[in-house]
C-alpha cells in the first residue's frame, strides 16, 4: 500500500492556536483583512487599524460575516501623520495590557506624482516605513509586555532594487514612483533586521521577522480598474493579473507565517517558495545585499528617530 504523502506547505491551517492573543495589524484591506481573517479563524483578537473608518468597518463585517466569534475592532490610525501614530499608540496603552503582535502591513505603491505626508515626507517613505517606525516604537512598551511579541515587517520584491540615499531619501531631486517605492520597502527590511539586532543587543524580549507577499492581487498592488493616462499601467497589469499574480490570502502566508509559526526566526525573512519568490508558499526569502549592510542601517535608524521624534530604548 503506497504510503500517504505527508504535507510540505505551511498553509494557514497550520497556524497554531491564537486564542488569548492580540494581533495589530495595520491596513484594512487586502493582505491586512486576509491577516484579520485567518487569525480570527485561530482564535486571536484583532485590533484593525486604517485610515478609512468606513472600508475598516466593511472589513471587519466580512470577518465577522466568516467567523461568528470573531473579537475583532476597528481604530482610526494614519500612518502619513505622527499625530495620528501617536495618538494611536496612546489610545492602545489606555485599553490593552499589552500587545503580542504587530503587523506592520498598511502601504501606498507607486503614486503617479510625488505627494508628501502631513508632516512633509514623501509619501511612500513617510508612510510605509518611517510611519511604522514611529508606530513601533509608540506600542513598544505594550510589546514587551506580550506573549512570545512579534514585529512583522511587510516588505516587498520592490525592495531587492531599492537604495538607500541619505542625500535624496524624499526623492525631492528626482522623482520615479517605483524608486520610491522600492526605498521605501528596502528601509523596512533594513528597519526589522536592525530591530532584531538591538533587540538582543537591548534584551527586549521582542522577536523582529520580515516578510513579503511575493505577487500578490490587493488594495495597493495597482491592479485596479483606473485608466487614466497616469495609471494606465495598471490597468494593462490587470488584465494579465491572474496570469502572474496571486490571490491575497496566498500572498499573505508568508506573513502570517511570520507572525505565528513556532519555526519563524527572529532576524529571519519569509515570502513566496515559488520562481523568483513571486507565488507559492512561506520559505526562507533571499535578503538583497544592500539590506545586510549593518552600517547604513544604523545611521538610517538614527536619521529615523529624528525625523519620527521617538524612542525605542527609553
Known amino acids: 500500500m503506497e504510503e500517504v504523502k505527508r504535507k510540505s506547505h505551511w498553509t494557514s491551517s497550520d497556524m497554531p492556536p491564537q486564542t488569548g492573543r492580540l494581533i495589530v495589524v495595520t491596513g484594512t484591506g487586502g493582505l491586512g483583512y486576509e491577516c484579520a481573517l485567518a487569525s480570527a479563524r485561530a482564535g486571536a483578537d484583532i485590533i484593525l487599524a486604517g485610515r478609512n473608518r468606513n472600508k475598516g468597518e466593511a472589513s471587519i463585517a466580512k470577518v465577522?460575516?466568516?467567523?461568528?466569534?470573531?473579537?475583532?475592532?476597528?481604530?482610526?490610525?494614519?500612518?502619513?501623520?505622527?499625530?495620528?501614530?501617536?495618538?494611536?499608540?496612546?489610545?492602545?496603552?489606555?485599553?490593552?495590557?499589552?500587545?503580542?503582535?504587530?503587523?506592520?502591513?498598511?502601504?501606498?505603491?507607486?503614486?503617479?506624482?510625488?505627494?508628501?505626508?502631513?508632516?512633509?515626507?514623501?509619501?511612500?517613505?513617510?508612510?510605509?516605513y518611517l510611519g511604522h517606525f514611529a508606530l513601533t516604537a509608540y506600542v513598544m512598551p505594550l510589546l514587551r509586555k506580550g506573549r512570545d511579541p512579534r514585529v512583522v515587517s511587510v516588505c516587498a520584491l520592490a525592495a531587492n532594487r531599492g537604495a538607500i540615499n541619505f542625500g535624496d531619501l524624499q526623492s525631492e531631486h528626482r522623482y520615479a514612483p517605483m524608486a520610491a517605492y522600492g526605498l521605501s520597502k528596502l528601509a523596512s527590511l533594513m528597519f526589522s533586521l536592525e530591530f532584531h539586532r538591538r533587540s538582543i543587543a537591548g534584551q527586549w524580549g521582542i522577536k523582529s521577522i520580515a516578510a513579503h507577499p511575493g505577487l500578490a492581487r490587493t488594495d495597493s498592488s495597482g491592479l485596479r480598474a483606473d485608466k487614466t493616462r497616469e495609471n494606465r499601467m495598471p490597468f494593462l497589469l490587470r488584465l494579465i493579473a491572474p496570469l502572474l499574480f496571486q490571490p491575497p490570502e496566498q500572498g499573505a502566508l508568508p506573513l502570517l507565517f511570520a507572525a505565528t509559526s513556532a519555526e519563524a526566526e527572529s532576524g529571519g525573512y519569509y515570502g513566496p517558495d515559488g520562481s523568483k519568490e513571486m507565488k507559492g508558499f512561506p520559505a526562507h526569502a533571499k535578503i538583497p545585499p544592500d539590506a545586510k549592510d549593518e552600517t547604513v542601517a544604523k545611521r538610517l535608524w538614527d536619521v529615523s528617530k529624528q525625523m519620527t521624534h521617538v524612542g525605542f530604548e527609553e
Request: charged share 30%; glycine share 4%.
Open 64 to 128: 465577522r460575516s466568516s467567523v461568528a466569534s470573531a473579537n475583532i475592532r476597528f481604530e482610526q490610525l494614519d500612518l502619513a501623520d505622527l499625530a495620528s501614530i501617536e495618538e494611536f499608540g496612546r489610545r492602545l496603552r489606555d485599553t490593552c495590557e499589552r500587545v503580542d503582535v504587530l503587523i506592520n502591513n498598511a502601504a501606498v505603491i507607486m503614486t503617479p506624482r510625488r505627494q508628501v505626508t502631513k508632516d512633509g515626507f514623501e509619501l511612500h517613505f513617510g508612510t510605509n
